[in-house]
T-cell receptor, first 113, second 111 residues
Framework: GEDVEQSLFLSVREGDSSVINCTYTDSSSTYLYWYKQEPGAGLQLLTYIFSNMDMKQDQRLTVLLNKKDKHLSLRIADTQTGDSAIYFCAGQNYGGSQGNLIFGKGTKLSVKP | DVKVTQSSRYLVKRTGEKVFLECVQDMDHENMFWYRQDPGLGLRLIYFSYDVKMKEKGDIPEGYSVSREKKERFSLILESASTNQTSMYLC??????????FGPGTRLTVT
């Protein structure tokens, strides 16, 4: 099954770019996801990328996928204090689009003014 | 906007009590999920339901059961609460297993 790893903490200054990295083990996942959790709240789907894409851009968010290295990253441009949250990378267990999500442990992003 | 609501934000129960956590979604989603979230362990799937009265065990089903009598409602039951079930419980729903919408969570403390 899928296993997802990500670093636990990232600290940036307001206005800088943030890059959150994730590695996964199951190369047959059809989609890979990024979720965001603000303090005291549930998770919110931020974006996802189809496995045959290398990059997806959505306003300030850029997702890069390197299938060869099984590496996924989320870049947040012009990071704001409101971006402070925990960011979870997720793949789907047993590949395809029918497996349940397997989440990384989350990267806590702190944005300093 | 999709809305997933959970019956309580905070709950305190005693060891051995039977505990019900309720989740309701308003988007007619087939799939509903219960997770627990613990520091250092991330999110772990307890149970999943893909239709009314249908359920599948997730990664950590021991000590839990679920009920889905109506499409919009998915209940998590702790038959006999124990202190190691103190956690944040998150409910989610979605048309697919990947694109999930989460409720705000219930922080359960078992004393």
């Amino acid at each position: 099954g899928e296993d997802v790893e990500q670093s636990l903490f990232l600290s940036v200054r307001e206005g800088d770019s943030s890059v959150i990295n994730c590695t996964y083990t199951d190369s047959s996942s059809t989609y890979l996801y990024w979720y965001k959790q603000e303090p005291g709240a549930g998770l919110q789907l931020l974006t996802y990328i189809f496995s045959n894409m290398d990059m997806k851009q959505d306003q300030r968010l850029t997702v890069l996928l390197n299938k060869k290295d099984k590496h996924l990253s989320l870049r947040i441009a012009d990071t704001q204090t409101g971006d402070s949250a925990i960011y979870f990378c997720a793949g789907q267990n047993y590949g395809g689009s029918q497996g349940n999500l397997i989440f990384g442990k989350g990267t806590k992003l702190s944005v300093k003014p | 906007d999709v809305k997933v609501t959970q019956s309580s934000r905070y709950l305190v129960k005693r060891t051995g009590e039977k505990v019900f956590l309720e989740c309701v979604q308003d988007m007619d989603h087939e799939n509903m999920f219960w997770y627990r979230q613990d520091p250092g362990l991330g999110l772990r799937l307890i149970y999943f339901s893909y239709d009314v009265k249908m359920k599948e065990k997730g990664d950590i089903p021991e000590g839990y059961s679920v009920s889905r009598e109506k499409k919009e409602r998915f209940s998590l039951i702790l038959e006999s609460a124990s202190t190691n079930q103190t956690s944040m419980y998150l409910c989610a729903s979605g048309r697919s297993r990947g694109e999930q919408y989460f409720g705000p969570g219930t922080r359960l403390t078992v004393t």
